[in-house]
């Protein structure tokens, strides 16, 4: 299982920005894929996560209304669009993914039982006032 995250980079207050997740090695119409986000010296957040085989999405309140999660299965890759960025949202943003009977709801978004989840490497988001 590989995920490859990509897209972070600087933009001001009140802009967007989309991060893509490439995928490879697993059924993704078999799994969720998910977004969390670490500020410094704050806990790993879930964001938003997408349900590969309906196609279900789901969002912390923290992003609902701003993000949008979205599969691109032909690309193997997974969006998040970021729109009306505010500067706490600056921070490492991973995708994630495991297989569907091993997540679960948490928080209006996703997380991961046990050691099922893979992740990929972080992309830097920063986000000026």
């Known amino acids: 299982v590989q995920l490859q995250a990509s897209g972070g980079g600087l933009v001001r207050a009140g802009g967007s920005l989309r991060l893509s997740c490439v995928t490879s090695?697993?059924?993704?119409?078999?799994?969720?894929i998910g977004w969390w986000r670490q500020a410094p010296g704050k806990e790993r957040e879930g964001i938003s996560c997408?349900?590969?085989?309906?196609?279900?999405?789901y969002y912390a309140d923290s992003v609902k209304g701003r993000f949008i999660i979205s599969n691109e299965n032909a690309k193997s890759t997974t969006y998040l669009q970021m729109n009306d960025l505010k500067p706490e949202d600056t921070a490492v943003y991973y995708c994630a993914t495991a297989p569907l009977y091993a997540t679960k709801l948490v928080g209006g978004t996703c997380d991961f039982y046990g050691d099922f989840g893979s992740w990929g490497q972080g992309t830097l988001v920063t986000v000026s006032s």
């Open positions: 090695g697993f059924a993704r119409d078999a799994n969720a």
């Open positions: 997408i349900n590969g085989k309906d196609g279900s999405s």
